[in-house]
Structures are given as C-alpha cells and as structure tokens.
C-alpha cells in the first residue's frame, strides 16, 4: 500500500520521528498485516481484545480497510467507510476478509469486504476511495483548546491513582483488568473524572490517542488503516458517562460504525480525539467524534451507534 509522504502536521514533539532505535508498531508488524491467501482474499488474526472476550470492533474496521487498501491503486486514497456489525467476533479463530471491487471509476472506487468466521459473516463494510483533487471550496470546525499530552497523565499513571483511591472500590476489579491491558495505543484524557467519581455529567470526552511504536511517513493509507482501529477505542462509552453513577452496565456493543478521512496525518503521532454523544435511547446510543492533529486540523470525523443495555444500581443500604 505504498503512497506518497504523508504532510508533517509540525507537531514540534519529535515523538514517532523514526529514528535508529525505534521500534515499529504492533499494528503494523501484527495487528494489520493481513495473510493474503489468494487475490482479494485475506485472513487476520488477533493481538488485543477486550474484557468482553468478543474481538475488538477497532481491529475488526482496521482489518477490513486494510484489505480493501490493497485492491485499489497507489494514488486512490480512502476517503469513507461505513460498517456494520452484524455478529459478535469470536478471538479464538482468524478472521477472513473478502473484497469486492464494486466499482473502480476515474475519480472514485468503491469496495466492499465481508469480514467471514464459521462460514458466516460478522461484519460488512463499504469503502470510498477518490483520487487527490484540488478544491477551493474548504472549511472546517476549530479545534478546542486543550493543554498539550506532554502536560497530562500517563495512563498508567492515572489508572494507579484511581486504583489507590480507597473511594473506588466498587470499580476496583473493573480497573484492574483496564490496567492489565496490553493496548497498542497511547492516551492521554485531557480532563480525567475527579478521584472521588468515575461518572461525568455531560456525555462528552476528550484525550489525545497515538499509535504505540513507529509507523513512518511513507503510506497514508495505513495510517488511515490504524486511525480506524484507534477510533473503536473508549467511543462507545461516551454515551454512558452522565449515566454511571444510576446504572450498571450490562451489555454493550457496536452496531456500525462509519468514518470520512479529511487530511493526511500520522497516526503514530498525537491526535486528540473529540468525542460526544448527542442521544440515547431505545437501548442504543449514539457518539460522534473529530480526530485532531496538533496543528489544529481537523484530519478524521467519526460517529457509531451500539446497543447499550442497563440496569438501575441497587442502592447502598444505609447503615
């Protein structure tokens, strides 16, 4: 999936620059780098998943565009994707991907990848490609203003403080398999909830996200590729924040997910990631998102619904 360099956002940190010493990310080395077992047919197989023992939906998208990427020409850039999930992946087998050339156009191509497990499909996705075209017509939200990730805590920082908080203990075990999570991701939230509460009164979220390791400047497309496994993460959850404090989650999962790529970025480099949750209801919920780069553009808009099923907190009894 070679492409020509992506643009540099000037991000003046010097992090995933490359250097001798680095080393490349899991994403690419394993989570991404797909078998191919002959023309337009793919086989994946697993790195990370999730305490709910169903396979990431992130690398499932990831996956998927991956395999889509390489049907198509050097100078096709994927511009959209929009998913569906429609069975729950099982991580004990590989993951075979089937590509369909819809339709290859002059300015663009189409293509959609079954994702297939036992004989059935668990996800179908159609992905928009479009060679690079001039445009005076641009816009685009501005960034909000967020201390930098250099100024935040650590992950693992921050989970170790919760952890030690004597107030947590009803999230303790929660956190402890949070913790225990070997994510080839990077977070920094900018305005982590209070010690004393885990809940948030608005359902909006805000961190910085870059992939762990080194990927290089030399293929947009798999930065794009790792943009869509990094977006799955923590977004869904968004729709729950205002409600933590009434309610214990009970089963949550995606149902599609759709992104639309704006402009060239590093995925190994830091993004924040914007995430809010305009409406729930009827047991779904639905979030939107906006990667940032540093520099103020905004390079990918995301938004998923999923079924999420509650029920009310029993209440402490009074002593």
Known sequence: MSSPQVQEDKQGDGDGDGGPGDLRSVLVTSVLNLETLDE????????????SQRLFG???????????AKSVT??????????????AGDPKVPVLYQVERTRSGTSFSVRAVKAVQHGKPI???????QLAQPSPLQHQFSMPAVPPPEELLDQKVLMDRYLSDPNQEKYRVGLNRMAAQEVPIEIRVV????????????????????ARGHIGQGDIKMHCCVAAYI???????????????????????????????HAPFRADHWMLYECESPWAGGCRGLVQGRLWRRDGVLAVSCAQEGVIRVVPRVAESKL
Not at 40 to 51: E, I, K, N, S, Y
Not at 58 to 66: D, N, Y
Not at 74 to 87: M, Q
């Open 40 to 51: 337009d047919l793919f086989r994946g197989t697993h790195h990370w998943v999730p305490t």
């Open 58 to 68: 992130g690398q499932i998208v990831g996956q998927a565009l991956v395999a889509a």
């Open 74 to 87: 050097d100078e096709l850039h994927v511009h959209s994707l929009h998913c569906y999930f429609v069975r």
């Open 123 to 129: 996800f179908i996705c159609q992905a928009s490609f």
């Open 191 to 210: 305005s982590p909830p209070a010690l004393r509460q885990l809940q948030d009164p608005e359902p909006k979220q805000m961190f910085w996200v870059r």
């Open 231 to 261: 977006s799955d993460y923590a977004f869904l959850g968004t729709a729950l924040l205002p409600h933590d404090a009434h309610y214990n989650l009970r089963f949550m999962a995606s149902l599609d997910h759709s992104m639309w790529f």
